[in-house]
């Protein structure tokens, strides 16, 4: 299994850029995640989903932030316009459905906002 | 509201001894998750261990088991045989299960694994 997979794994922007994080779960996973770390607020939930609807985005900060999940298989974070404090690591993550308590994370988009 | 704490902010441990990490848990939920998760220099999160709130014995993966004491609240992470490889941050975190995945993650313990 490939596990989840982040893409871009870095992504330099400049404030102002619209920036988007996509996601590829693992195969059969039906709840997807999106968490943000930094230093200052350690790992925190921005995001989730259960079967492609959005169940609870109270970790949003903003307007600027938006998630989608078009389909069981792909998931896109999108910050526009981005600010600098917008910089941060940004995790995916993905559970099976029926039970299975392992949550799975992604490597990563380490986000830089200049 | 659930608060996971971490109090050791960092710790030096020699190869091949064991460590113990430090977690305890605040929640009123009655049902929930605790988890924890290593955390290398190169930034991604790696899953090691879960213990269900009602699972009656700890859990064990490998050279990591999970000593839960549910009346204490507490939930300590042991890695037996200390690696080099095993030198990270790592992160306790815990999850209700009326909204499973919902991390509440503490500080992080940072691990240094010495020669």
């Known amino acids: 299994d490939a596990g989840v997979i982040q893409s871009p794994r870095h992504e330099v922007t400049e404030m102002g850029q619209e920036v988007t994080l996509r996601c590829k779960p693992i195969s059969g996973h039906n709840s997807l995640f999106w968490y943000r770390q930094t230093m200052m607020r350690g790992l925190e939930l921005l995001i989730y989903f259960n079967n492609n609807v959005p169940i609870d985005d109270s970790g949003m900060p903003e307007d600027r932030f938006s998630a989608k999940m078009p389909n069981a298989s792909f998931s896109t974070l999108k910050i526009q316009p981005s600010e600098p404090r917008d910089s941060a690591v940004y995790f995916c993550?993905?559970?099976?459905?029926?039970?299975?308590?392992?949550?799975?994370f992604g490597s990563g988009t380490q986000l830089s906002v200049l | 509201a659930q608060k996971i704490t971490q109090t050791q902010p960092g710790m030096f441990v020699q190869e091949k001894e064991a460590v113990t990490l430090d977690c305890t848990y605040d929640t009123s939920d009655p049902s929930y998750g605790l988890f924890w998760y290593k955390q290398p220099s190169s930034g991604e999160m790696i899953f090691l261990i879960y213990?269900?709130?009602?699972?009656?014995q700890n859990a064990t993966e490998g050279r990591y088991s999970l000593n839960f004491q549910k009346a204490r609240k507490s939930a300590n992470l042991v890695i037996s045989a200390s690696q080099l490889g095993d030198s990270a941050m790592y992160f306790c975190a815990m999850t209700a299960t009326d909204s499973w995945g919902k991390l509440q993650f503490g500080a992080g313990t940072q691990v240094v694994v010495t020669p």
């Open positions: 993550a993905s559970r099976a459905a029926g039970g299975d308590e392992k949550l799975f």
């Open positions: 213990q269900g709130s009602y699972d009656q």
